[in-house]
């Protein structure tokens, strides 16, 4: 039980980080693809929060006919791949394709991951399973700009997506 809400807290605060960590870098991606208009730019971030909130509900709908666990893992693995293509992107286009990509992932582990805690946790103690879970989606919030920052500073925006490879590996 500790394990599974250990993973699914890890894999809340993986999708909700990236909420946060683009947002930091987007001057650093500007000065990458100079020649794009603010408009396009903006799809980077947008095109990510536009398919979470497209998907979220579809995601946990099939994730309780399919399964929390099935659907996690394969919202991880998208998600992670993602990420490591984000990092690599050669242009501007790939780097937005990428991002809605990781917003499907993201989709995919946001319900299931608050699933899977609701599930390891008895109906009296619940409570406390969907505070473990807020309070990972939180310190993602927090963590999110100073660890944007800090990445950006030293080496470039394609840092804040690889950030995500470990932390999805594990």
């Avoid at 987007?26 to 990510?48: E, K, N, Q, T």
């Amino acid at each position: 039980r500790k394990a599974a809400v250990a993973i699914a807290c890890t894999g809340a605060f993986l999708a909700f980080l990236d909420a946060t960590i683009v947002n930091i870098a987007f001057p650093d991606i500007s000065s990458s693809f100079a020649g794009s208009g603010r408009d396009a730019l903006s799809w980077v971030l947008d095109g990510y929060f536009v398919v979470i909130a497209a998907l979220l509900v579809l995601a946990g709908a099939l994730a309780d006919r399919f399964g929390h666990k099935r659907i996690f893992l394969l919202g991880i693995a998208g998600f992670t791949g993602a990420s490591l293509l984000c990092a690599v992107a050669p242009s501007l286009g790939m780097l937005i394709a990428f991002r809605v990509v990781q917003g499907i992932g993201a989709a995919m582990i946001a319900p299931t991951s608050l699933a899977i805690v609701l599930d390891s946790f008895p109906a009296e103690r619940r409570a406390a399973g969907v505070g473990l879970w807020g309070a990972a989606a939180a310190a993602a919030a927090a963590v999110g700009p100073t660890l944007g920052g800090a990445l950006v500073e030293l080496s470039d925006w394609r840092l804040v997506f690889l950030v995500n490879l470990p932390l999805g590996a594990a």
